[in-house]
Each structure stands twice: as C-alpha cells, then as structure tokens.
C-alpha cells in the first residue's frame, strides 16, 4: 500500500509539473493559434477567390488580366480590389464615394454578399441567394484586405499616370488594334457591346455605335474625340442621356458605374487605337482641355 | 445532548474544538474520526468494530462499493483494471466535456469558430479538447479490451450472463457517443463522416419511406444543417450519456451481486466461489483497494495529460461544407471496420443484416455458450473463435483505412498527398520562411536550399516514383507495364495499375500576397500512343499563409 501511495502522489506530482509547463507556454500558444486561425481563412479566401472572383477581377485583384474556364484572356469587367483607393487608410476613398458608414471590412463582406447587381456583380452570399456560406464570404473578405500592405499604401502618394491635356497630342491611332483592345484587356463590350453591332449590347452602358455621328454634338464646344477621351478617363465628367438597364432603354445611372480606373490602366496608344476604333477616324482634332488629376490614386490622408 | 459551549466549559476551548473536528470527520467519513484514518494510512489493524466498514453500511459514495474483494481478484491479472479504468474513462470525458461545453454553441454558424475559440482564446483550451477527444478514443479501446478479457476468462459464464448483456449495451452505447461527438467541430472531417455513417439509414430495407424517415429522424432535415448539429449535440451530451449511467449502475450493481470471478484456475469446474470469501483472503476495500485506485487515478491521468501533450492532436479541418465534398472521406479508426466491410458487400446486407446479425450474436452469445467450464484448455474452440475474429476486425479496419482507399488519377493522388484539401502532409508543414520561391522537380531534394523543403520534396519523389513509370525503363521510375483494356492503354508500375508514363512534374512556389505564397504542383504526362494529346495534365494550388501554423500544431509543449 506504501507502494501505491508514493506512485500515485509522484504520478500526481509530475501531472502537475506538466500542466504548469504547458500553463507557462500558454500564451504564447494562444496567440499562435488566434492567427492561425485568420491565416487559415485567408488561405480558404484566396482558394476562393481563385475559382470565383478571379475571372472578372483578375488574380491578382489588379483587374489587369482575366481568363474565362478555358484558359483564354477575356475583358476584365470587375474593378480594381488590390487598389489604394479601396484598400488604404481607415476611410479609402471608395466607401467616402458612397457615403459608407462602416469599416472597410463592412463595406466588402457586404458588397461580396449582396453583390451588386446593377452593375454586374452577382449575389455571393447563402443569405441573397448565392453559393458562398457565411464564413466562406469572411474568408474571402479577409483575403481582398489582406492585400492591405506597406508597398501598395506606402504612405508616400503614389505618383499617377500623367494624360495629354488635349486629346489631339495622343499618337494616331490604329482602330483595327483599337477593335482588339476594346474586348481584351479593357472588356468594353461586357457593358457597352461591340461598336459595329448594336444588338452586342445589352447594358448598363450604352451603346457606343451612334458616338460617330452624334459624339460631337452632345456637348457644346467638344470635338467627338474630346467627348469620347474625357468619357473614358473621368467617368462621371458626362453622362450619356440613354441606356440600356435590364435591356430597356432608359436613362444612364448617376454618378456613372462605368470603372474610372482606365486612366491607370491604358496605355497613350491603346487610348488612341480605341478612340479611333469607336469613331472610325486615326487623328483627333480638339478644342478642350481635360484635366485628368495628377497622382489620382494617392492614398487617402489619415484623419 | 450537552452543547459546544457546555463542552468549552468542561474540557477547555481546545479540547472541546478537537473533539468537536472529530465529530465532523467522522460524519463527513460516515463513521471514521480522525484517528481511525490516521491508522488506515499508516497500515494498522483497525480496531474492533472494525470502522472501515461503516462508510460503505452508512456513506452514499461507498455503499454500492462491495467493503472486501477476494484478494485474488485485487492483482492486475484477471481484471486488468480495464473495468474500473472504463468507470474512469466515463468520468473523465464527463468533466472535460463539461469544459468545452462552456465554450460551445451547437449552430453551425457558431459551432466552428467556438472550437477555434477553444484552440486560441481559451487558456488550456487546445490541451482540454485533446484530452477530451483522446480520452473519447483511449475510451473505446478500454472498454473494447474490457469485454474481451471478460471473454477470455469466461467470466460471461452463469450467473454472470446478465451482466455480459448490459457490458454490449454499454460497449455500444461507447461507440455511438464517441461518433456522435465527431460531427459536433462542425468541420469538413465531422460533417462528411456523418453524412457517410447517417446514409446508411437510406438503406433500410422495406419500403421506402421508413429508411427516408429515420434518416429525417437523425439529420434533422434531409440533409444534416443546423437540425442535425442539435440532435446530435443533444444525443452526445444528454441522452446517450443519461443511458450509459443507468446501464453502469445495472451493470455494476451485477457486478457486485455475483462478486468479482476468480481466475479460471482457482475454483472447480462449475463452481462460483466468488461470494464465498474466507477470512485470510479478504483484501478490504478501505484502504487497500481504495488507495489501488488513487494510484491508477493518478497514473491513468499522467498518460491522458502527457498522450494530449506529446503523441496526440485533435484533428479540425476546415468548416464543414455540403458543397464540397473532400476527395477521401474515412470513417475514425474505430468505425473503420464498417467501411472495410462495406466494400465487400452490399450496403443493405452490412448494415442492416451482418452488423445486426453479429451484435444480436453477440448479446446473446453468454446463454447458448453454456458450457460449464471457465478454464482455458476445456475453450479451444471459443478463444480460437474470439482470436480469428479479432483477427477479422483487424483486416477490416485496414480495409476500411486511408490505405486500402478507392484510388483517383495518379496525378491527383500526388497532390493529395502534398497539398491535401484537408489534413497535413510534408509539403504543408513546411515554415513559411522556408518555402522558398523557386521552380523544383520531385527530385531535387538533394539541392533544396533547406532541410525543411528538402524533406517535402523527399515526399514529393516519393509519390512520384509510386505513381509514375517509365516507358523504356531509364530514369528514376519503374518500367512501364503496358495494361490493355480493349481500346484503352493504361501504364502500371510495381504500386499501381494506373501510373503516369514520363510525366513531368514541378512544384512552384511564388510570392502571391506580402504575406501569402502560392504553391502549384504541375502535372503533365503525353500520351504515348498520340504525343499531341496529354494522358494526365492536372494543376493543383495551394495558398500558405505566414501565420496559419501548420507546424506548430501538434505541438503544446516545444
């Protein structure tokens, strides 16, 4: 019985000098484990993002290059997510446009679950209707923030692309390169259908065929080329008096949901190729000056 | 009846504070002062009447504990401890099932988050539900061991048939709580286990609506959502349990009644002496038997306590998922045999004939055995039997395991192994810092510019070479065996019928976000009838997260 008792109470013992060393590691096991966890997520986001997101935003979340099932490049027609202007600061300036009240992680995990259907974005979330759970929603959402770094915020502004005041100063340009451009890599037609085939258009956009003979007389003082050039860089500077909303005609959506983030993305040649592809011509005369701003995508100043 | 005060008067406040502690323990003990236990711990005799036996005539705790066992069943042989230590098992997943109640919400919008709660929020969280989920598996394997060694030393024999019957009962009861707990994480291992297990209830014979109705009766809804989480969450904590305390006390109240059997050797053929007890070979259980158990208490919780710590992680893969469906889905080790047999077998006949078939055998087994003697040598043929079925269960199991699972293309089975949807593999522990980007074949293991990403890429030629063949026999693969199968053309190897003829292969590993790399294993193998066109072409992503801790995982204590 002696035996007995001293095993026990040395088992007893040494149980309890375990418990205390693992009591000690606790800590800092915790916290291991609490980012495991958001590591884990973010890495079933991006599994995600790459069977889901990735066709209408690109890969990278740069909406620069899209593929379809197949492997082809198509249009990417989804905006920008791994983006200063969605990403930085505690108010970027992408919730600031539409008077959004919450955090940033809010404002994506709602826009990722109710979609945004007028201008495209299907419905993601079990709750409106689309595939994704609740946590597969949050996982996604926690992987587009995740993008939020010290390279893509910097807190230096980032310089932005500088645009020729007059559109006159573009190179000549190419409309057969144009009618390329335009479906691949910009996906113009996904909104505004092909300019020589007005039943390719289906909205929100309306369709561009009729810019030939109408564009220079749509605003006084602007040349067709004016009009189009200042259209594509600032989306909101016109809007077009008629489109196409659930394939009736009506009036355009204000402020525009036409993507204004071509002015980083197209090169001064693709510009003019598409220009020229839209109104048939390879020079562009003008009378305006557009003021495309400078360092459009600097990041937001912290209040 | 003279009171405290008058005490003080008459014997001094010292005295009468002793005397009066006394008393307490003695209530407290139901019958032994504070000199009485002194004497049991320092081994005396007691004195006469003797007072270790008044607790278990007048106490609640020990007076379903017989006061004396035959001291030849107190060694470790024939019991083995295996049915106290069941006792023991029940408790202990009791109170440690308590504790990760509190941290519990049986919702599958809560459920899964509440368990990661448990691993990163809650202090000795992750070490309580190693110990609850390895104490549910040790469980199993106790009160498994506990009916063979019934078995074995006959001790099922009359009178004691009775007692056998509520130990099957209690044996199930075991299996069913322990399964019913593995869908309650709420992740993808739990929910496709279940789904699995519960839709052999579609198969029940009869007519159709009677198997539609008891799979509606478990899952809650037709298919397992929130319903079926609370059913099965109320089954786990409250009705299985409540049935397994009342078939222990019949149990053991059987126990006690027959006494404890003797080894076979110790009594004549036919005999039952175990309630005859002679004097000198009494063991009382106050203290011999009591301070046996203490010691077993402690020794059985530094294994659970140090197994949770240092051999054992309780697996949590990610959220469950009716969408997806997870490429091998495996029942646990101890259902495994089930899903060996139902790869013989039709489903209707395993579940509803042979499995039933087998326990009803089983249950009834102690009344139609009925030969008088316990002794081994008089049993060939029943522990010849009982051998060849263990042996059966094992051989099922490994049917029913991972390994003996119906294999996918060889280039998916590579990836499986490397970046498993779920679970760990070489590849995935691997530290973030030393995934390395860079473009490596599965055999560069030799100029891996780490230990780490050399030991995954070992893997990698590993699962290579099983899969894969060469077709005129150079290189670091088998030559190919040519396998036609009317107009088809498969490639085998020594491993498999089914491998990839001069495939290529790479692991690519990029940086995708600032904290985030991509890993891709790329798999291409032409056809060698027709070069232009691609036998297997198969890409696989993974993501690694710096943070994720794949590698710390299964360990508390570093």
Known sequence: MQTKIIIGTIAFMLTMIVLGFVALNEPARLEAFSNAYEGRSIENGAEIFANNCATCHGINGRAEQCFDAAGNEIGCVGRPLN???????????????????????????????????????????????????????????????????????????????????????LPAGDPENGAAVYQVPYGCNACHGLVEDESTANGPGPWLGVLAEEADERIEGYTAADYIYESILLPNAHIAPECLTGGQPGPCAEPSTMLANFGERMTEQDMADVISYILGTTEFESNVEVQYPEGAVAPPVEE | MATFVDQVRELGLKQATIAKADEAVERLTAGMNVNDLRDMLRGEEPRRPNPRLRPHADGFWLHIRPSFYHTEVTHIYPTFRLGWLSTFMFVWETITG?????????????????????????????????????????????????????????????????????????????????????????????????TVAVSAAEATPGPPALGENINLLLRGAPTIGAGGLLRFYLLHVLALPLLLAIFFFVHYYKVVIHGHSLPPGREAIGEDTAKRVPRDERTYFLPDIATSELMWTALTVLFLVAGSIWFYNAPLERQANPLVTPLHVVAPWYLAWSQGWLKLADKVFIAFIFIPGLATAFFLMPYFEVGKSRRYADRRVGLSVAMLFIALMWISNWMGSPEYRVQSSPDQEVAQELLPQEGHSALKEVPYAYLEPGTYGPFDAEDAPNPFLAAALEEFGHAMQQRSCSLNGDGPFERCRVIEQGDDVRYGNSFTNDAMPNPQAQLIIDDYQENMRRLVLVFSAPD???????????????????????????????
């Open chain 2, 528 to 558: 060698p009838r027709n070069p232009e066109s691609s036998l297997y072409s198969y890409t696989r992503t993974g993501y690694r997260h710096e943070l994720s801790n794949y590698e710390e995982e299964r360990r508390i204590l570093q």
């Open chain 1, 83 to 169: 983006a200063v202007d969605l990403l930085c600061g505690t108010k970027p300036p992408r919730l600031v446009a539409m008077d959004w009240g919450g955090a940033k992680y809010d404002f994506i995990e709602g826009t990722v679950a109710a979609g945004r259907p007028w201008a495209g974005m299907p419905t993601w979330g079990q709750q409106f209707g689309g595939p994704l759970q609740n946590n597969e929603v949050r996982d996604v959402t926690l992987f587009v923030l995740n993008w939020e770094s010290e390279t893509l915020c910097g807190g230096e502004a980032v310089e932005g692309p500088v645009w020729p005041s007059q559109v006159s100063e």
């Open chain 2, 98 to 194: 308590i504790f990760l109640m509190i941290f519990y919400t049986p919702s599958p919008d809560a459920a899964y988050s509440d368990i990661w709660n448990i691993l990163g929020n809650v202090p000795l969280g992750q070490l309580m539900r190693n110990l609850h989920r390895f104490g549910a598996e040790v469980m199993v394997v106790v009160v498994a061991l506990h009916m063979l060694r019934t078995f074995v030393t006959g001790s099922y024999k009359q009178p004691r048939q009775f007692t056998w019957v509520t130990g099957m009962v209690l044996l199930v009861l075991t299996l069913i709580l322990s399964f019913s707990g593995y869908l309650l994480p709420w992740d993808q291992l739990a929910y496709w286990a279940v």
